[in-house]
């Protein structure tokens, strides 16, 4: 979510970008997800941003790749790179037991409320206070739209505690395991798999 030394801040990204442009972050979830589709599964991408996660697990062998954003500048982004999207909060306009893997790159930089501006990019990046802003609903109703078998993997950053994610998981009903990571400058990138106990 950034280069440089020093941690990131959000609002060293005012006014740069609108759409979150793939980074390392998108990178590293593209590559262990595409590791674990299966021909034939169904893919929901949450906050797909560009489409890069699900363009990614698509051309992996995936029998259906959608994603959601909330924001109307991705969804046109992700249309135009030939991703289907739905305009929408997290896996909220999703039926049941839909889909095999549901993939998630989190906006978790954690902000002090008075360092956010309300634009699509603090929407793409802001994670509040503790960074998990969005980490926790998806964790509390990623299971509903889950096939039987099916699991979510979500990118975690060491800035949101990685543990703290998995304990919350927990209470959930979620079981956890983490697949991969990556050391960066300010953080280390980790892939977390969640799936039914
Ligand atoms: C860190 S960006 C990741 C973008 C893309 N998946 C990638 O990896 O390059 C987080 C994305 O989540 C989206 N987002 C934020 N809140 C959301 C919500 N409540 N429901 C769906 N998407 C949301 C943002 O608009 C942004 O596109």
């Given amino acids: 979510m950034g280069d440089g030394e020093d941690r990131p801040s959000l609002a060293d990204q005012r006014g740069v970008e609108s759409v979150y442009q793939p980074a390392e972050d998108s990178d590293l979830l593209a590559r262990t997800a ?37 924001s109307p500048l991705a969804c046109r982004e992700a249309a135009d790179n030939g ?54 609903p998806f964790l509390e109703t990623v299971e509903r739209v889950l096939a039987p078998g099916g699991e979510g993997l979500m990118l975690v950053s060491s800035l949101t505690d990685p543990d703290a994610v998995r304990a919350y998981a927990s209470e959930q009903g979620l079981a956890s395991e983490q697949l991969a990571s990556e050391k960066h400058p300010y953080e280390a990138l980790v892939v977390l798999r969640f799936y039914r106990v």
């Fill in 83 to 136: 991703v289907p999207v739905v305009r929408g909060d997290l896996v909220e306009p999703f039926q049941r037991d839909a889909f095999d893997i549901v993939t998630f790159n989190p906006p978790y930089l954690p902000t002090p409320s008075e360092q956010e501006w309300d634009d699509w990019m603090e929407h793409a990046l802001s994670g509040g206070d503790d960074g998990r802003r969005l980490v926790d």
């Fill in 34 to 70: 595409r590791e674990r589709v299966e021909a034939g599964d169904t893919v929901l991408d949450v906050g797909t941003g560009s489409g890069y996660v699900a363009a990614t697990l698509a051309d992996a062998g995936a029998r259906r790749a959608v994603g959601v954003d909330v």
